[in-house]
């Protein structure tokens, strides 16, 4: 009775010693893996900061360059604002003096072109009168039957001969100047009107162009190019239109 007792207090001592290491071996485990716990925790937070920064510093790259393009695009504008006022200017400029001079010379035209229809009035008029005094002396000589012949009557006769004879003398003259009178009258006039069309051309040429500073076509035209470059273009187009408008005139 007392073996069996001994025995099975043996047997308790032992259980008790094997929960005991169970125990302790599971005390090692929980202790082990709250470590590793802390340990991912910390690598978890360090991961956070690190994705906090990363997301603050990409912030300040994008804000960074959305300012840069800003500049830039600003930068451009006024640019492109100060070349199209400088064009425009230069052409404008360019504009006014050449529609000026076409001014100037209409004006010119037109007086030489008065000048020569008073000179061309005047000489007429002289050539009427010769032609009226021609006239009358041969209708002086044809009038009546014939005188009686004295020396006096020869003189008179050759007189008279001389004075016609100088007449028409001047009337070819002045035949001979009126004629090219004419011509150049002709030639003046032809080129008023031309001057007169150049200037009409300019003027709505310089229309356009004002009319159309704020359009897309301007922008289109001036974009990537220089002042010089906006009015060598500007003048192409002025030349364009001016060599259609003749064309027109001539068909």
Same mark, same amino acid.
């Given at each position: 009775?007392?073996?069996?007792?001994?025995?099975?207090?043996?047997?308790?001592?032992?259980?008790?010693?094997?929960?005991?290491?169970? *125990?302790?071996?599971?005390?090692?485990?929980?202790? #082990? !893996? =709250?470590?590793?716990?802390?340990? @991912?925790? &910390? $690598? %978890?937070? +360090?991961?956070?900061?690190?994705?906090?920064?990363?997301?603050?510093?990409?912030?300040?790259?994008?804000?960074?360059?959305?300012?840069?393009?800003?500049?830039?695009?600003?930068?451009?504008?006024?640019?492109?604002?100060?070349?199209?006022?400088?064009?425009?200017?230069?052409? *404008?400029?360019?504009?006014?003096?050449?529609?000026? #001079? !076409? =001014?100037?010379?209409?004006?010119? @035209?037109? &007086? $030489? %072109?008065? +000048?020569?229809?008073?000179?061309?009035?005047?000489?007429?008029?002289?050539?009427?009168?010769?032609?009226?005094?021609?006239?009358?002396?041969?209708?002086?000589?044809?009038?009546?039957?014939?005188?009686?012949?004295?020396?006096?009557?020869?003189?008179?006769?050759?007189?008279?001969?001389?004075?016609?004879?100088?007449?028409?003398?001047?009337?070819?003259?002045?035949?001979?100047?009126?004629?090219?009178?004419?011509? +150049?009258?002709?030639?003046?006039?032809?080129?008023?009107?031309?001057?007169?069309?150049?200037?009409?051309?300019?003027?709505?040429?310089?229309?356009?162009?004002?009319?159309?500073?704020?359009?897309?076509?301007?922008?289109?035209?001036?974009?990537?190019?220089?002042?010089?470059?906006?009015?060598?273009?500007?003048?192409?187009?002025?030349?364009?239109?001016?060599?259609?408008?003749?064309?027109?005139?001539?068909?």
């Amino acid at each position: 009775m007392e073996s069996s007792e001994v025995a099975s207090s043996y047997g308790d001592v032992d259980h008790l010693l094997q929960v005991n290491e169970f *125990s302790e071996t599971s005390t090692a485990d929980v202790k #082990q !893996l =709250q470590e590793e716990l802390r340990r @991912l925790q &910390a $690598e %978890l937070d +360090e991961c956070r900061s690190l994705v906090t920064v990363a997301e603050c510093e990409k912030e300040n790259v994008v804000e960074t360059e959305q300012r840069k393009r800003k500049e830039e695009v600003a930068s451009i504008q006024r640019i492109m604002e100060e070349a199209v006022s400088e064009a425009v200017r230069n052409t *404008s400029s360019r504009y006014e003096k050449e529609i000026s #001079q !076409l =001014q100037k010379t209409n004006e010119k @035209l037109e &007086a $030489e %072109l008065q +000048e020569l229809k008073n000179r061309e009035k005047t000489d007429i008029s002289r050539e009427g009168v010769l032609a009226a005094v021609t006239k009358s002396l041969k209708r002086v000589g044809n009038l009546g039957s014939p005188l009686p012949f004295t020396s006096s009557t020869g003189e008179s006769i050759e007189n008279l001969e001389e004075s016609m004879r100088k007449a028409q003398e001047d009337a070819e003259m002045l035949r001979s100047l009126v004629v090219p009178l004419e011509e +150049e009258i002709k030639a003046l006039k032809d080129k008023l009107r031309a001057t007169d069309e150049q200037l009409r051309l300019y003027e709505t040429a310089f229309a356009d162009l004002v009319k159309g500073l704020g359009s897309d076509v301007l922008s289109e035209m001036i974009k990537g190019k220089g002042p010089a470059e906006v009015v060598e273009h500007l003048d192409e187009k002025r030349h364009s239109l001016a060599s259609g408008h003749c064309i027109a005139s001539i068909s």
